[in-house]
């Protein structure tokens, strides 16, 4: 979507799909959203045909996020110490899927870095301004 107007239109992709080349002329809008609609959709949430789904991600990544000394693999980023931070997912997966712990854990992170590599490598840094 580019201003509120729909600039293209997928049917249903798979898997076996793969990826597939898209080009849009985006030259001259200011707001542009990607809308997700989906044959896939079982209880109102979007997941992969091989059940994949962002539900699924969350509920693997955040006691990692809560507890990093759990995580099993050593350690593989630079600035180590200063992560995690505010992750924007935590906040966007509270809030759809109901999740308060998400939303807990969340506020309890730090929101900014002193570190330029660790500023640069946070991309969302205001996701309250995307609810």
């Known amino acids: 979507?580019?201003?509120g107007r729909e600039l293209w239109h997928s049917e249903v992709l798979k898997k076996a799909n793969g990826a597939i080349p898209v080009k849009v002329a985006v030259a001259g809008v200011q707001r542009l959203q990607l809308v997700v609609k989906n044959?896939?959709?079982v209880n109102g949430r979007i997941h992969g045909d091989d059940g994949r789904?962002?539900?699924r991600a969350m509920e693997y990544v955040a006691p990692f996020i809560r507890d990093k000394k759990s995580?099993?693999?050593k350690a593989d980023v630079m600035y180590d110490s200063e992560w995690p931070m505010r992750q924007s997912s935590l906040l966007f997966?509270?809030?759809a899927f109901g999740r308060a712990d998400s939303l807990e854990l969340w506020k309890k992170l730090p929101a900014d870095s002193r570190v330029?590599?660790?500023v640069r490598n946070f991309f969302v840094r205001q996701p309250v301004l995307w609810v």
């Open 116 to 118: 330029e590599e660790v």
């Open 71 to 73: 995580w099993p693999l």
């Open 93 to 95: 997966a509270g809030l």
């Open 1 to 3: 979507m580019g201003d």
């Open 39 to 41: 044959g896939a959709n």
């Open 53 to 55: 789904s962002m539900r």
